[in-house]
C-alpha cells in the first residue's frame, strides 16, 4: 500500500512534463500530489541551488517514511535519474551535469539540442536506493544495450543503471522493442 509513504516519481523531465507529457499524465500527478503523495522530478535549474536544498529534500523524504515505490527510467548511456557515468554510486541528491549523450537524446523534448539544460536537480543513486521498491520502466531498442549492462554486467559507476542489482526489490519493466532486443 501507498498509504503514508513517499510516491516518488521521476520520469526525464526537469520541470517540463507540463508542456511535455501528455495532459492525463500531468493530471494523474496532480492527483498524486493531492492524494497527499510525494511527486518529484529533477528540476530545469536558473542558479545552483545551496548543499542545504539537497539535504532538506532528502530530510523531507525521511520524515514521510521513505520512498515505498520509486518509478525510474534508464538513458542510453546507461544513467539512471540522471546519474550520469561516473556518479558515485552511494551518491545523493545534487545539481549533476548532463552528458552530451543525454543532452542529446533528449533534445526531441526541447526542439533543439542547445535548448536542453546542461545541469538538473537529480536523486542520487544512494537516495534512490532507499526506496523499498524500484520500478525501472526502459522503452525503445537503443537502449537494450545499457539496460543489458545494467543487469547483467558488474556493478560499476561507468553503468549507473548497475545499482539495481543491490537492491532487493526491483522491478523491470520492459516494452517489446527493447524485450525483443534484450532477449
Known amino acids: ?3 503514508g509513504g513517499a510516491f516518488l516519481l521521476q520520469w526525464l523531465e526537469y520541470n517540463y512534463f507540463v508542456r511535455t507529457f501528455s495532459t492525463e499524465i500531468y ?12 511527486v518529484w522530478a529533477g528540476m530545469r535549474l536558473a542558479r545552483r541551488p545551496a548543499s542545504a536544498t539537497f539535504e532538506k529534500n532528502d530530510a523531507a523524504i525521511a520524515s514521510l517514511g521513505g520512498v515505498d515505490v520509486q518509478i525510474l527510467g534508464i538513458g542510453a548511456n546507461g544513467h539512471l535519474g540522471f546519474n550520469e557515468p561516473g556518479s558515485a554510486l552511494t551518491s545523493r541528491t545534487r545539481v549533476k551535469r548532463l552528458s552530451d549523450r543525454t543532452r542529446q537524446d533528449n533534445a526531441r523534448f526541447f526542439g533543439t539540442v542547445d535548448a536542453v ?11 534512490i536506493l532507499d526506496a523499498r521498491r524500484l520500478v525501472l520502466v526502459a522503452t525503445g531498442e537503443g537502449k537494450a544495450p545499457a539496460l543489458a549492462e545494467a543487469l547483467e554486467g558488474p556493478l560499476t559507476a561507468s553503468c549507473p543503471g548497475s545499482v539495481l542489482q543491490w537492491h ?16
Open 1 to 3: 500500500a501507498l498509504a
Open 117 to 127: 539544460p546542461t545541469h538538473c536537480l537529480t536523486q542520487g543513486l544512494g537516495t
Open 27 to 38: 493530471i494523474a500527478l496532480i492527483a498524486l500530489a493531492f492524494a497527499g503523495l510525494g
Open 168 to 183: 532487493g526489490d526491483a522491478v523491470i519493466v520492459l516494452d517489446e522493442e527493447i524485450g525483443r532486443a534484450h532477449v
